[in-house]
T-cell receptor, first 112, second 112 residues
Framework: SQQGEEDPQALSIQEGENATMNCSYK?????LQWYRQNSGRGLVHLIL?????REKHSGRLRVTLDTSKKSSSLLITASRAADTASYFC????????????FGGGTRVLVKP | DAGVIQSPRHEVTEMGQEVTLRCKPI?????LFWYRQTMMRGLELLIY????????DSGMPEDRFSAKMPNASFSTLKIQPSEPRDSAVYFC??????????FGPGTRLTVL
């Protein structure tokens, strides 16, 4: 199975609500990244959190990392219709070099 | 910078034909990655290069797939002969070091 696994697989919310998605991984990491993919497009980097960090913010995004549980969460606050996309976590693994392993993604639908 | 450039954006070919996908990474980046994305298997890393040298090709499905990076500004992924199960979106990404990867728009390949 993949290093990173997102949960839930799909999420449907109303505009203005918060969206939370989780990522679990199996092996030790140097850092964990979150990416967004709009339909028919390439992935876009959102935020990176290092293994010695517990929480990070970027605009309406909040990422947490719990290395003891090997899990991370991505919170999007005050969601907008433009946030509709798939969100992927990616982990590097201590021995992986530059290589990232992506999870299966969470499809988020924000209804106006 | 124009970002990662991929060509063609769409390719439709018949089974047995050779397919060549092209990628121009962001200038100055030293790592280049080829991914394949399908509904069934998600986003898979096929191969990555560091300073034009292939580092990890364990994701290349079989001998029909080959990748080259003759210089820092160009890479190709070739499938010969192509099969219908190769139909997917192929992404190229580049990075400087081990952090954020920048993805191209992808090549949507359909093998009939």
């Amino acid at each position: 199975s993949q290093q990173g696994e997102e949960d839930p697989q799909a999420l449907s919310i109303q505009e203005g609500e918060n969206a939370t998605m989780n990522c679990s991984y199996k092996t030790s990491i140097n850092n964990l990244q979150w990416y967004r993919q709009n339909s028919g497009r390439g992935l876009v980097h959102l935020i990176l959190i290092r293994s010695n960090e517990r929480e990070k913010h970027s605009g309406r995004l909040r990422v947490t990392l719990d290395t003891s549980k090997k899990s991370s969460s991505l919170l999007i606050t005050a969601s907008r219709a433009a946030d509709t996309a798939s969100y992927f976590c990616a982990t590097d693994g201590k021995a992986a070099g530059n290589k990232l392993t992506f999870g299966g993604g969470t499809r988020v639908l924000v209804k106006p | 910078d124009a970002g990662v450039i991929q060509s063609p954006r769409h390719e439709v070919t018949e089974m047995g034909q050779e397919v060549t996908l092209r990628c121009k990474p962001i200038s100055g980046h030293n790592s280049l990655f080829w991914y394949r994305q399908t509904m069934m298997r998600g986003l898979e890393l096929l191969i990555y290069f560091n300073n034009n040298v292939p580092i990890d090709d364990s994701g290349m499905p079989e001998d029909r797939f080959s990748a080259k990076m003759p210089n820092a500004s160009f890479s190709t992924l070739k499938i010969q002969p192509s099969e219908p199960r190769d139909s997917a979106v192929y992404f190229c990404a580049s990075s400087l070091g081990v952090d954020e990867q920048f993805f191209g728009p992808g090549t949507r390949l359909t093998v009939l």
